[in-house]
């Protein structure tokens, strides 16, 4: 399928799905810290609308650097006190890397052996990890028709739904994936570490499966299974699901796409906008919403991926250069900076990286996702040094605050768009967000 860039540039002004009691916002995945979904949620509450949330369940024991894991669970009832809305009590780990094949084994147990002296050369005993893929899928889908069974006795019958996937990532919980992963955005001079040499690996291979099972295949059963739960729902039935890939940004007041690289998950969220597509043709209200980066406890890994973030204050300086948030977004961001550092010096210094041309040379929307080059990932990390240390407190950065913004613009925007056009594919930028947050 093609990738064709639709992007939401205003904030709709048609009326949101959930505009009361009786509508429900159905969480499709666990709601952790501050991220994309929160801002949703936050939006949905104010219309009083009905939350409810589902869980992943837990495993009880073992090590996730020795892949002795306990059997998937629901929550007890002490873990359900802590979530603050209703929640669907049925186990939706997604992936397979904890699913023991007919062996015994699982996919962490096979990485036992696997060193970083030998990563590149070790083979994967494919025919017994696709069986735990299968075994896996087997399980979330049956566990999917169960969440749509408790679902259909939760939801006001006339009112509307909108069902948020959530579910992204992957990562097989091994420590030799995860330093592998972590020299490839984090490698410079001689700990570089190119990303295409992992993904050309067996490794790389599992791990992209891996990828896709989480971020795609779980939207993919989710919208599969809800073919009964429409049928029989008399109100209106939309679905959402977080994507990425790259974002329109202001460089030199121009309005310009960009991306983080190297993003491995990027196939994945191509996969997860394919089945939108796929299934938006059926009829189904189903949109993926590509969000602008932010910067959250899960993305901090990939230093650099918060660069984008600072163009949204250029943003609301050219859109809404008088408007009180854009005065008081500029006030407070000058004031986080050490003494002697110039806001206007440290934007155009972001604009002089985004548009540097080792970083541009990979940045094109039709070939997106690509690999790093150690050129590219070095000035990224250096940038990224560099925009930090100007800080007064680290814990105290102007992204956190810009990373807020988003959440909230992009669940007021989302809430406001789901299921009112044929989009299975959407592009939120920096533009939006200002026309939201005024």
Known sequence: MNHDFVAVRKMPNTPSLIKGPKDTLVLFGELFQRGYANGLVEQAQKQGAKIITATVGRRDGGSSNEGNFGELRPLTPQELALIPFECINVP??????????????????????VKLSNWDSALMDWPLIEESQKLAKLRFRNNVKLFFNELSNKVNPEGNVIISHLMAGGV????????????TVKGVGEKYFSSQKLWESDLGKLIARNFLEVTAETFNILLQEADGFIKNHKGKVAFTAYGYHGTEVFIENKLTWQSYTPYLQGWAKIAL?????????????????????????????????????????????????????TLQLWQSSQGKLKDGVNLDELLKTCDYVLQDKDIKELNYFDLWPQHSSAKQLEKILVASDAMLSAHKDFKDVMTNDLSEIIFQATGKVILAHAGQANQPVVCLGHDVVVDASL
């Open 92 to 113: 939706l780990e997604a992936g397979f890397d904890r699913e023991a094949a007919s062996d015994g084994l699982n996919v962490l147990d096979r990485l036992k052996n």
């Open 273 to 325: 906008e394919n089945y939108a597509k796929e299934h938006a043709q059926k009829g189904l209200a189903c949109t993926v919403y590509n969000c602008p980066e932010i910067l959250t406890q899960s993305s901090s890994i990939f230093q650099g991926v918060e660069i984008p973030l600072y163009p949204l204050l250029n943003a609301f300086k050219l859109l809404a250069p008088t408007s009180k948030t």
């Open 172 to 183: 097989p919980r091994h420590k030799i994936v995860l330093a592998l992963l972590s020299r």
